[in-house]
């Protein structure tokens, strides 16, 4: 039975501080299992900043290279701020045994809090492989644009890293399901907890959903945790067998 060993980190971020982020995280994620799948949360070295001129990290800065060095023998997700060729973009890596495994600009900037005046969207979505698991990630606002996500149906695992807002959780908690449950996959959402620099308060609930709506993982309200979860694929299969909606796609 093919099974994928899940970390997810929910934590509260120092505003604007990489170095400060990256340690207190270091500890935590050296407790994950060799060969299982790591996921941070949005721009998880410095928060959900609108001031990447100061504070965006280039592809040699700290905070990937710390990915790097805490990704042997286990791949680590999340996004960051990077700035390249003169723009910047909210950008998700993937980094397994110090290499790159894929990398994904975000492509629905949140125009509501100016995140588009700043940072440049992307254009291509696309999946990585790991573990024998067919992966597709996205970044917080996208989870609202089921259109573009619907791109990747068939994959078997869907990853939203966030910093949603405690104001708007009914609607993470629903499209999170919603995502899975028209997918048939599983959906995995990590969101950060705490204030950040602009007083936006962040409740968390972080959570993992299966094929058929169901949680593997209950949300987590307002508190620091390193979550562990194993995926089994064969259920998943059986499922979509059983329920084979995914093939009467048409767009």
């Not at 604007?16 to 996921?39: D, F, K, P, T, Y």
């Not at 996004?79 to 003169?86: V, Y």
Request: charged fraction near 20%; proline fraction near 3%.
């Amino acid at each position: 039975m093919q099974t994928l060993d899940i970390y997810f980190l929910q934590t509260n971020l120092i505003w604007e501080s990489s170095n400060a982020n990256l340690n207190r995280m270091n500890w935590l994620i050296q407790q994950a299992h060799e060969g299982s799948l790591v996921v941070l949360p949005e721009m998880f070295a410095t928060g959900f900043t609108m001031n990447p001129k100061e504070h965006a990290q280039t592809m040699d800065g700290e905070a990937l290279d710390w990915m790097k060095l805490a990704s042997v023998n286990k791949m680590i997700c999340g996004s960051l701020a990077i700035a390249e060729n003169g723009q910047f973009y909210n950008r998700f890596l993937a980094v397994l045994n110090g290499e790159i495994v894929f990398q994904y600009n975000k492509k629905h900037l949140f125009s509501y809090g100016n995140e588009n005046e700043h940072y440049t969207a992307g254009n291509d979505w696309g999946t990585f492989e790991y573990q024998g698991w067919q992966i597709a990630p996205f970044i917080c606002y996208d989870l609202r644009f089921p259109e573009w996500i619907r791109n990747s149906a068939g994959v078997d695992l869907m990853l939203f890293v966030a910093n949603w807002p405690a104001a708007r959780m009914k609607a993470w908690n629903t499209l999170l399901a919603a995502r899975a449950i028209e997918n048939q996959c599983y959906v995995l959402g990590v969101n950060r907890v705490g204030d950040d620099g602009n007083g936006i308060k962040h409740a968390g609930h972080s959570q993992l959903v299966d094929f058929s709506g169901e949680h593997r993982v209950d949300p987590i309200e307002n508190r620091e945790q390193l979550v562990h979860a194993v995926i089994e694929k064969f259920p998943m299969t059986q499922f979509r067998e059983r329920f084979p909606f995914l093939k009467d796609k048409t767009i």
